[in-house]
């Protein structure tokens, strides 16, 4: 199982950017991504999970509204579309997957992980 991440950047505050995480290397589709985010002396936190049958969406708090997970089948890929960018979203963001249909909150739940992909907002 790979997972690859991409789509970070350095954006204003306001700004927009979308991430991708694609997956290779299975085929079983009872699984759900998380996206995860860390920022510099900060634990690593949950940011939104989509289950990959089915769609259901999940989001942390203080990015409910702003960002938007989503999911094409045909791509093997999860987007997480990032809105109305703060700087406090500042962070390497990470995307997980983990076997099964529940989205978990902890990251320790996750099976695979990708790269990382660094988001920078300066206000």
């Known amino acids: 199982v790979q997972l690859q991440a991409s789509g970070g950047g350095l954006v204003q505050a306001g700004g927009s950017l979308r991430l991708s995480c694609t997956g290779s290397g299975f085929s079983l589709d009872d699984y759900a991504i998380g996206w995860f985010r860390q920022a510099p002396g900060r634990e690593r936190e949950f940011v939104a999970g989509?289950?990959?049958?089915?769609?259901?969406?999940y989001y942390a708090d203080s990015v409910k509204g702003r960002f938007t997970i989503s999911k094409v089948s045909a791509k093997n890929t999860v987007y997480l579309q990032m809105n109305n960018l703060k700087p406090e979203d500042t962070a390497v963001y990470y995307c997980a997957l983990r076997w099964g249909s529940t989205v978990h909150r902890t990251d320790q739940l996750y099976n695979y992980w990708g790269q990382g992909t660094q988001v920078t907002v300066s206000s």
């Open positions: 989509i289950r990959w049958s089915g769609g259901n969406q």
